[in-house]
């Protein structure tokens, strides 16, 4: 693929050639575009090579990247392919970046796989978070499941503010019978209280 800008200053017949090509892997069983070399080429001869690497897609899709450079700063998708050569003199870079190769219908570009990183700063960010957070629900788990119980720290004890529940067969054994006035009053004998200590 051939992009030509004739004649541009010192520069006569500039042209950008991007070379092109696709293979087929079984394991994802089917064709893969791959962007192989760059060459820029000008008074025509061939002035600069660089190697491409990781700009690759689908033979069905088109690639996309914000930024394809030799540049460190844009991770240099492009690299010098000798260091003897004039590559290292020149600074390539492709804003918007978008091609394909093949398959192209209805001269528009398929859908595109990006250059993206799966780890990029704002994933990794919402990886650590999710850490965080994680730990922070498993500690909260631990403290529930190791919670002391009450019951152990109940500690009973006789007092006639308070009653205990008494069942209806028992009442015989623990009423008293009461004169006063002439009328019956019953005193409960084995009242119960709590305290419960924390």
């Given at each position: 693929?051939s ?6 200053g010192?520069?006569?017949?500039l042209?950008?050639?991007f ?9 994802s069983?089917q ?5 192989h070399r760059?060459?820029?080429l000008?008074?025509?001869?061939i002035q600069?090579?660089?190697?491409a ?7 069905s ?8 450079s030799?540049?460190?700063?844009y991770?240099a998708?492009?690299i010098p392919s000798?260091?003897?050569d004039?590559?290292k003199l ?9 091609i394909q190769?093949f398959?192209?219908?209805?001269g528009h570009f398929a859908?595109?796989k ?10 990794l960010?919402?990886?650590v ?22 019951d ?11 009653f ?5 067969n ?6 008293e019978?009461?004169?006063s ?6 005193e ?5 209280f ?5």
């Amino acid at each position: 693929l051939s992009l030509r800008f004739g004649d541009i200053g010192n520069l006569k017949g500039l042209v950008i050639r991007f070379l092109l090509t696709t293979s087929y892997y079984q394991l994802s069983v089917q064709n893969w575009f791959s962007l192989h070399r760059l060459q820029l080429l000008y008074n025509h001869s061939i002035q600069a090579t660089f190697n491409a690497t990781r700009i690759y897609a689908p033979a069905s899709y088109s690639y996309h990247c914000e930024h394809v450079s030799s540049l460190q700063r844009y991770d240099a998708l492009l690299i010098p392919s000798s260091a003897n050569d004039l590559s290292k003199l020149w600074e390539v870079t492709f804003i918007d970046f978008q091609i394909q190769g093949f398959n192209i219908q209805e001269g528009h570009f398929a859908y595109a796989k990006d250059c993206a990183s799966f780890f990029s700063p704002a994933i990794l960010m919402g990886l650590v978070m999710s850490l965080i957070l994680l730990l922070v629900l498993a500690y909260a788990l631990h403290m529930l499941i190791h919670l002391k119980s009450l019951d152990r720290h109940y500690e009973c004890k006789a007092s006639p503010a308070y009653f205990a529940q008494m069942k209806d067969n028992d009442m015989g054994d623990e009423k008293e019978p009461l004169r006063s006035g002439g009328s019956e009053s019953y005193e409960l004998r084995n009242q119960q209280f709590c305290k419960i200590y924390i």
